[in-house]
């Protein structure tokens, strides 16, 4: 059984974060989501609108995710590379080569086109501007 493992924020949950899981676990057979806590959003210079305990209960309850935890460090992969016993970490390619030091196979899938937690964030602020 190929296990997949991924990772991100997956906040304001939109299409592009959908896809990426779904083929994600293409990839593979049992797939395995970090997703970002609140305080590791902030050292990426993000503040997250859905707080962890509901992105992690929306994340959860897709068909394609078997597991999920919270992911505390990027520079913890390769820890959560072993401890779930993947054999491949997929990410968006926004991430390109960034991750090719890990323990296992990195594949960097094309991201959904025109849509990110940004892009809602941005859209949201000009709606109510005034
Ligand atoms: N992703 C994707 N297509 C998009 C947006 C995101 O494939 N249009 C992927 C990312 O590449 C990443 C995963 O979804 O592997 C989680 O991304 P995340 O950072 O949570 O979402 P973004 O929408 O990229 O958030 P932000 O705008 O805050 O960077």
């Not at 939109?14 to 779904?22: D, T, V």
């Not at 057979?29 to 590791?40: F, K, P, R, T, W």
Request: aromatic fraction near 10%; glycine fraction near 4%; include cysteine.
């Amino acid at each position: 059984m190929k296990r997949v493992i991924t990772f991100g924020t997956f906040d304001l949950f939109h299409i592009g974060h959908l896809n990426i899981l779904r083929r994600a676990k293409e990839q593979g057979d049992y797939l395995i989501v970090g997703v970002s806590s609140d305080e590791l959003n902030e050292k990426k210079g993000k503040k997250s609108i859905i707080p962890l305990k509901d992105r992690i209960e929306i994340v959860k309850s897709l068909t394609c995710v078997d597991e999920v935890f919270i992911e505390d460090s990027l520079e913890l992969k390769d820890e959560y590379i072993k401890k779930y016993n993947a054999e491949l970490l997929v990410m968006g390619d926004d991430w390109k080569d960034k991750f090719n030091w890990v323990s296992c196979n990195v594949k960097y899938l094309e991201r959904t086109p025109n849509i990110s937690t940004t892009y809602l964030k941005n859209s949201i602020a000009m709606v109510y501007k005034d």
